[in-house]
C-alpha cells in the first residue's frame, strides 16, 4: 500500500483501495441478492390483488363471504381474449381455513377455458373464487376439476364486470368475485378446468409438496406467505 501511496498520493490510494474493496463487494452481493421465483412473485401478487378486492366498494360482500368460505382460490390476473374462437387463462393459489380458523400455506393451481362460438373482444380479471363447502375444496384437491360440472358455480350479481348465465344459483358451491379491465361479448367460467401446478409446488416447498399435503395436512410451509395468510380474514 506504501507503494501506492506514494505513486498515486494519499488521496488516491484511500480512493483506490476504496475501490478494489468495492469490487471485492459486488460479486458476494450478486450471490445474495436472488431474484423472486414465478412462484414467489405469484404469491405477493394473489396478496395485493386479496387487499384490493376486499377494500373495493363495488364488492361489498366478498369479505362476509371470505370469513364463511372453506377455502379461497386468488387469480390475480385471469385473461381473456378472443375472436370467435375463445380461450382464458391464469394461475392462483388455493388456500383453505383449518378447524382453528387459520388459513394454510397457498397451493398452486391454474385455470384454463376454451370456448367456440360468436365471441370477441378481450378482458383481464382480478378474480376471487370463494370456496364455501367441502365438497368444493375437496374436488379441487383432485387432479383436475371443472367448474359447473364438479363444482356448482355462481357469477355475477357478487362480482363487477363478469358474466351473469349463473347468478340465479345462490347455494353454489363457489362464488366468483371480479373486478375487470375490458370488454367481452359471450362465454362464461363454467365449464372452465382447474389443474394443480404441481412443479410450481416443488419448486415452493421442495419435492412432494401435494396440494392436500400443504392445505390440508400443512406439512409444508414458506415464510414468503405469510403477508398473503395475513391479509384473509
Known amino acids: 500500500m506504501k507503494a501506492v501511496v506514494s505513486r498515486f498520493g494519499a488521496g488516491r490510494g484511500v480512493a483506490l483501495a476504496a475501490i478494489l474493496a468495492a469490487a471485492l463487494l459486488v460479486p458476494a452481493l450478486a450471490r445474495t441478492a436472488v431474484a423472486a421465483s414465478p412462484a414467489e412473485e405469484l404469491v405477493a401478487e394473489a396478496r395485493f390483488s386479496i387487499e384490493r378486492l376486499l377494500g373495493d366498494p363495488n364488492l361489498p ?35 383453505v381455513r383449518g378447524g382453528d380458523g387459520t388459513w394454510s400455506s397457498p397451493a398452486f ?4 377455458a376454451g370456448s367456440f362460438g360468436l365471441q370477441f373482444g378481450g378482458q383481464v380479471s382480478e378474480v376471487v ?17 371443472k367448474l359447473g360440472v364438479d363444482a356448482s358455480i355462481a357469477i355475477g350479481p357478487f ?20 373486478k375487470t379491465v375490458g370488454l367481452f361479448g359471450g362465454g362464461s367460467l363454467e365449464g372452465a378446468k382447474l389443474f394443480s401446478r404441481n412443479s410450481w409446488n416443488d419448486a415452493y416447498y421442495g419435492a412432494s409438496a401435494s396440494p392436500r399435503a400443504v392445505v390440508i395436512e400443512r406439512i409444508f ?12 380474514p
Not at 170 to 176: K, M, R, S, V
Open 61 to 95: 360482500d366478498l369479505e362476509t363471504y371470505v370469513k364463511n368460505a372453506r377455502g379461497v382460490l386468488i387469480i390475480p390476473e385471469l385473461v381473456k381474449g378472443s375472436f370467435f374462437v375463445g380461450a382464458e387463462g391464469g394461475s392462483g393459489v388455493l388456500m
Open 109 to 112: 393451481y391454474t385455470l384454463a
Open 129 to 145: 373464487f370463494t370456496l364455501m363447502t367441502e365438497g368444493a375444496v375437496q374436488a379441487l384437491l383432485a387432479n383436475e376439476v
Open 159 to 178: 362480482g363487477l364486470g363478469v358474466e351473469v348465465s349463473t347468478t340465479t344459483n345462490l347455494d353454489a358451491d363457489i362464488y366468483a368475485f371480479a
Open 221 to 232: 410451509f414458506n415464510p414468503q406467505a405469510e403477508p398473503l395468510r395475513s391479509a384473509l
